[in-house]
């Protein structure tokens, strides 16, 4: 019976470290600063901050991902056109993981911090 119990013990353990956590970034100046240079290099083009141009307001956007923001990195590593019928579809190249995660953590905490003097326009 010992044998057993030790047997669990050893598949719990090994099931807690197989666990993958996302975990964004800490925002801090500098991934501010990257953050803006990734979105004036990748998104400004196309997205405002708070209105629609040639593709939906970035802010709109995010939102949508505020409870998931794992799916908000996978889908810039991997961007697919979501509204076709009223926007042209992105002509950006995919971006690395950890472009994908400075870009979305600095995209939530404009979210969360609306008066941030260097969000975009």
Not at 33 to 56: L, M, N, S, V
């Amino acid at each position: 019976m010992k044998f057993r119990s030790f047997v669990w013990v050893i598949v719990a353990v090994n099931a807690l470290f197989a666990l993958e956590t996302f975990v964004l970034p800490k925002v801090d100046d500098a991934l501010k600063k990257q953050g803006k240079e990734i979105y004036d290099r990748d998104c400004y083009a196309c997205h405002r901050w708070t209105r629609p141009f040639a593709g939906p307001a970035m802010s709109e956007n995010i939102e949508k991902y505020r409870e998931r923001p794992e799916a908000l990195v996978a889908y810039l590593k991997n961007p697919t056109p979501q509204n076709p019928s009223k926007y042209p579809p992105m002509t950006i190249d995919p971006l690395t993981e950890s472009e994908a995660k400075v870009l979305s953590a600095w995209f939530f905490f404009l979210i969360n911090n609306t008066s941030d003097p260097d969000r975009p326009k």
